[in-house]
């Protein structure tokens, strides 16, 4: 959903504000994320489990980690059954990556999972295994902090679903407008 060559998808967005903000202009972002990614398996490119080390904590400089990932992992499950084994496993799954990181002495933020009602992905069971992540992700207090990615892009006249006008249409992957919303809600003091 970010505009072709614009950079301006939501952690360029972050980079910017971190750039003009006189207490972080020295922090950069260095943006892992791969689209069509899942964390437990490969899809699109090896799983966010298999990358985490190369990709986060072999990189040198490194202090914080935002950990935003896991729509694919359960968009894609087949039954009640399966998406419940699904938000488990993605919880084994943060704890390990949080585990690791910490190890490292680095700080480890959790964002939620957006709002994906209406999308081709959309089934009950699938909205109760997102819920499951985004209560754990909110309350269990493994994260250094929270970005509630859900909250900001959440529709208050259907909170299943994304704000009208922060989708490409889909009703799951975040336009232009969305990107601004998600960067700009990140309280920069995180990264002081």
């Known amino acids: 959903g970010s505009g072709t060559n614009k950079q301006n998808r939501w952690p360029d967005i972050l980079s910017e504000r971190l750039g ?17 990614n899942c964390v437990l398996k490969a899809c699109l490119g090896p799983s966010a489990l298999d990358r985490f080390d190369r990709d986060i904590l072999q990189q040198s400089g490194v202090r914080w980690v935002i950990i935003f990932e896991a ?6 499950t087949p039954t009640e059954e399966a998406a419940a084994q699904v938000a488990k496993d ?27 009602g209406q999308s081709f992905y959309y089934k009950d069971f699938r909205e109760t295994a ?13 994260f250094d902090a929270v970005i509630d990615f859900d909250k ?11 704000l009208p006008e922060a989708h490409t249409g889909d009703f799951l992957h975040p336009n232009e407008a969305g990107y601004v919303i998600m960067g700009g809600s990140i309280n920069l003091k995180l990264f002081r």
């Open 90 to 116: 993605l919880i084994a799954a943060y704890e390990k990556m949080i585990d690791k990181a910490h190890a490292k002495g680095l700080k480890v933020y959790g964002a939620t999972i957006a709002p994906f």
């Open 130 to 142: 997102r819920n499951t992540v985004n209560t754990w992700i909110r309350k269990s207090g493994r």
């Open 71 to 76: 729509i694919n992992d359960i968009g894609q």
């Open 152 to 162: 900001v892009l959440q529709n208050p006249a259907d909170r299943l679903t994304i």
């Open 20 to 36: 003009k903000n006189p207490s972080t202009q020295q922090v950069a972002v260095l943006n892992m994320g791969t689209g069509g």
